[in-house]
C-alpha cells in the first residue's frame, strides 16, 4: 500500500511538473521539463521515499538543485572566452575564479549534505549522491548513443 501511494504520489508530481513544462512552451523547455520529471521519478525510485520524506525534500532538493545550477551556470560564463583572446591577468582571474566557483559547489554539497540528514536517513542520503551519477552518466550515454557516439570523448589514440 505504501508503495502504491508513493507511485501515485510519483505520477502527480510527473503530471503537474510536465504541464508547468508544457505551459512555459518551447521545444528545449520541454525536453528540460522531460529531463526533470525523469530525474524525479529516478531519484524517488532510487532511494525509496516515504510520502512524509517526499513532502519534506522535493522543496530542498530544489532548492539545493537551483543553487548547484546557478554555479555551473557562471562556471560555463567563465570558459567562454578563448584564453587567446585574454590577457595574462584576465586569464588568472578567470581561474582563480573557477577554482573559487569550484570551492563553493564543495561548501554548497556539505551545506546541503547536513539539511538532507534532517529529512532522510544517512543511507537515503548515500544512496542519493550514488543516484544522481548514474542518472547524469545515463543521460550522457543515451545522447551519445542519440548523437551516434559524436558525442563521446576520445580516448587515448591507439597503436
Sequence with gaps: MKYLLRNVLVVLL???VHSVGHAQGGRRQGRLSQLENAKIAYLTDKIVLTQDQ?????????????KRRDLARRMRQLR???PD????QQIKENLTQ???LRQNE?????????KFQKVLTI???GKLFIAEREFTKEVLKRVADRR???GQLAGPPEE
Excluded: C, I, M
Excluded at 54 to 66: G, K, L
Excluded at 85 to 88: F, G, Q, R
Excluded at 106 to 114: A, R, T, W
Design 14 to 16: 510527473l503530471v503537474a
Design 54 to 66: 517526499a513532502q519534506r525534500f522535493w522543496p530542498v532538493y530544489n532548492e539545493f538543485s537551483d
Design 80 to 82: 567562454t572566452e578563448s
Design 85 to 88: 583572446a585574454l590577457s595574462d
Design 98 to 100: 573557477a577554482l573559487t
Design 106 to 114: 564543495v561548501h554548497l554539497e556539505k551545506e546541503y549534505f547536513d
Design 123 to 125: 543511507r537515503q542520503v
Design 148 to 150: 551516434g557516439g559524436a
